[in-house]
């Protein structure tokens, strides 16, 4: 069979193809359509020679539940060479000056009369490679512009602000992570020039970093919407992961707003964080406040320690005043301690314990002198959120809240 035949079976077969599958239509304005003749795009249309100018557009349209695009990769044994890397698509694009400059533009909407959806402007996945090579995304910053990998904002300057230096990824909005975040260092933006009402840091934060209720807990694998139909529970962590099996340790979000509030950030989902970077500056400024008592105690010797039975007192019994602290555990279940400080000199102290309504619930006369720990019994009370005061002499000298669980 010679080259003309074969050629011809061919282009036959082929037209015999298309004819049954799909049809192919060419109209008087020159779009060639393969599909419906009726829509005004096909599923595939060409246009050329539109206006004044040479241009070409490709359009893609799909039914309900089809596939506009299907690249697809041929098998090794095909005619495919197999010593080149094998890629679904690529696609190249030329820049222009002053202009946006795009490789691939995606942008899904939803219509608001939909009671439900899911958009992505980009869902990918990868996975079955070996040694880690598995990148649902990969990208990279060629050359030696400023600029970034990835630029990713959360509504904020969608197209991108100007950038300066170098970086794999560039977040402009807040960032949320469930699980471990891991970086070789951590900085914080901290430029004088960006900053304004800047005060002095006042005295009293010691008293109230001792306040802090420091405790030990673990995490609860908490329940996270999908948004399926199935009815089956999905959670925040994998049920063997190790945030789960290992202890943490850290401060109550609750319980940290009522001494600095402005370190305690609730999200949208109604959960509280805490701002631990900024309890770095208030442990410094303790720091400082606890040297100048220490030289102030060096510099005039009535304040000296006392000597009593080869101990050393850290403080002279004189200058020690009535203290209440924290209770501990906090949040309880059966009993917390609550310890206080009661000097020899008081003739009368009582704790007292409150509802968050202001109605006494319970009183505890303290005999004892010095460092005092008392006990209460959750037993005895319904869970909920109470608050204890010490008054000494008539005086109160403190007052803090403790949570009861059950």
């Known amino acids: 069979m010679n080259k003309k035949k074969y050629l011809f079976i061919s282009f036959a077969l082929c037209f015999c193809y298309v004819q049954s599958m799909a049809q192919l239509y060419v109209n008087n304005s020159g779009q060639t359509i393969l599909g419906n003749p009726n829509f005004s795009q096909g599923f595939f249309t060409v246009s050329t020679n539109t206006g004044q100018s040479q241009s070409q557009l490709t359009f893609f349209k799909a039914e309900e539940s089809a596939c506009a695009l299907e690249v697809c990769n041929f098998t090794p044994d095909s005619f495919v060479d197999t010593s080149e890397d094998v890629v679904g698509a690529r696609i190249f694009a030329n820049a222009l000056q002053n202009r946006r400059n795009i490789g691939v533009q995606s942008t899904v909407n939803m219509s608001s009369s939909w009671t439900y959806a899911k958009t992505y402007g980009l869902l990918a996945s990868a996975g079955g490679a070996s040694y880690g090579y598995n990148f649902g995304i990969c990208t990279s910053l060629n050359g030696t512009g400023s600029g970034a990998g990835i630029?990713?904002?959360?509504?904020?300057?969608?197209?991108?602000?100007?950038?300066?230096?170098?970086?794999?990824?560039?977040?402009?909005?807040?960032?949320?992570?469930?699980?471990?975040?891991?970086?070789?260092?951590?900085?914080?933006?901290?430029?004088?020039?960006?900053?304004?009402?800047?005060?002095?840091?006042?005295?009293?934060?010691?008293?109230?970093?001792?306040?802090?209720?420091?405790?030990?807990?673990?995490?609860?694998?908490?329940?996270?919407n999908v948004g399926d139909t199935v009815s089956v529970p999905h959670y925040a962590f994998d049920k063997d992961n190790h945030l789960l099996k290992s202890d943490h340790y850290g401060l109550i979000a609750q319980e940290l707003k009522e001494i600095y509030p402005e370190l305690v950030v609730e999200g949208a989902d109604g959960y509280l964080s805490i701002n631990y970077m900024e309890i770095i500056p208030l442990l410094i400024k303790s720091v400082q406040e606890l040297k100048?008592?220490?030289?102030?105690?060096?510099?005039?010797?009535?304040?000296?320690?006392?000597?009593?039975?080869?101990?050393?007192?850290?403080?002279?019994?004189?200058?020690?005043?009535?203290?209440?602290?924290?209770?501990?555990?906090?949040?309880?279940?059966?009993?917390?301690?609550?310890?206080?400080?009661?000097?020899?000199?008081?003739?009368?102290?009582?704790?007292?314990?409150?509802?968050?309504?202001?109605?006494?619930?319970?009183?505890?006369?303290?005999?004892?002198?010095?460092?005092?720990?008392?006990?209460?019994?959750?037993?005895?009370?319904?869970?909920?959120?109470?608050?204890?005061?010490?008054?000494?002499?008539?005086?109160?000298?403190?007052?803090?809240?403790?949570?009861?669980?059950?």
């Open 292 to 406: 100048s008592e220490l030289d102030a105690i060096n510099d005039n010797p009535s304040h000296a320690p006392i000597r009593t039975s080869g101990t050393t007192q850290v403080q002279n019994q004189m200058a020690i005043q009535a203290a209440l602290y924290q209770n501990n555990p906090n949040p309880f279940t059966d009993n917390t301690t609550v310890r206080c400080v009661i000097p020899t000199g008081i003739s009368k102290a009582v704790l007292y314990l409150y509802n968050m309504n202001g109605r006494q619930i319970d009183s505890m006369p303290i005999a004892e002198r010095g460092d005092v720990s008392l006990t209460i019994e959750g037993s005895s009370l319904e869970a909920g959120i109470y608050l204890y005061s010490l008054i000494t002499d008539g005086t109160v000298v403190d007052t803090k809240r403790l949570i009861l669980t059950k």
């Open 151 to 224: 630029y990713a904002s959360s509504g904020l300057y969608p197209d991108g602000i100007q950038i300066y230096g170098q970086y794999a990824g560039y977040f402009n909005g807040n960032v949320d992570v469930v699980g471990t975040l891991t970086a070789t260092t951590v900085t914080q933006t901290s430029d004088y020039r960006l900053k304004e009402n800047i005060r002095q840091l006042e005295d009293g934060n010691l008293s109230k970093l001792m306040d802090m209720n420091v405790v030990k807990y673990r995490f609860k694998n908490y329940e996270v």
